[in-house]
């Protein structure tokens, strides 16, 4: 990410995830999404940049919200829904959530 002051955002740590461009590979999955169906349904130019720019425009926000968050914030969503179960569970007396 190009700041205005002309600074380049790039990955300073080993363990920060594959990415395309500028964009981490989840981030990249939100906006392929929307090109997808922009690509599948859509007839002409105006949908299509429609579809497109929402999907940058959520691509960005869930961008935003990720560097908010804690990590494995999403995947606590998941599993709080029942669409992913955990590999593991805590022991029952670990009570409260102290994390990093």
Known sequence: ??????????NKFIDTKPMFGN?????????SVFVGIAIMFTKGFIPFATFFGTGVLAATLYEKIKKSKIKGFFLHILYMLGIRQPKTLPPSYMRYYIGA
Request: cysteine-free.
């Open 23 to 31: 964009w981490e590979v989840d981030t990249l999955m939100v906006f």
């Open 1 to 10: 990410m190009v700041k205005p002051d002309g600074y380049v955002e790039i």
